[in-house]
């Protein structure tokens, strides 16, 4: 990889940003989180935590508000 390693907030924010492009990709969310989790070898289960805790379960057209992300984040970077 190239530069510094992800803080435990960039790492979900960035899962959470992989399947948001297999949504984009026309995958629904399920088929979108099996196809992260075999890309990056992760567990179903934990991606699907990433994509929730990020974007909760609103439908791709919408954005999540910053302060929600940010609040997100702030869980990720607890656990």
Avoid: N, Y
């Avoid at 990709?25 to 289960?45: F, H, K, Y």
């Avoid at 934990?46 to 302060?67: D, G, H, M, N, Y």
């Amino acid at each position: 990889m190239h530069g510094p390693p992800l803080t435990p907030q960039e790492a979900v924010a960035s899962i959470a940003r992989r399947v948001r492009r297999g949504e984009a990709q026309g995958l629904d969310r399920e088929q979108a989180i099996r196809r992260t989790a075999v890309e990056t070898g992760i567990d179903p289960e934990k991606v699907r935590w990433c994509i929730e805790t990020v974007f909760r379960a609103a439908p791709v057209r919408l954005s999540p508000s910053l302060r929600r992300r940010r609040g997100a984040l702030a869980i990720a970077a607890a656990l």
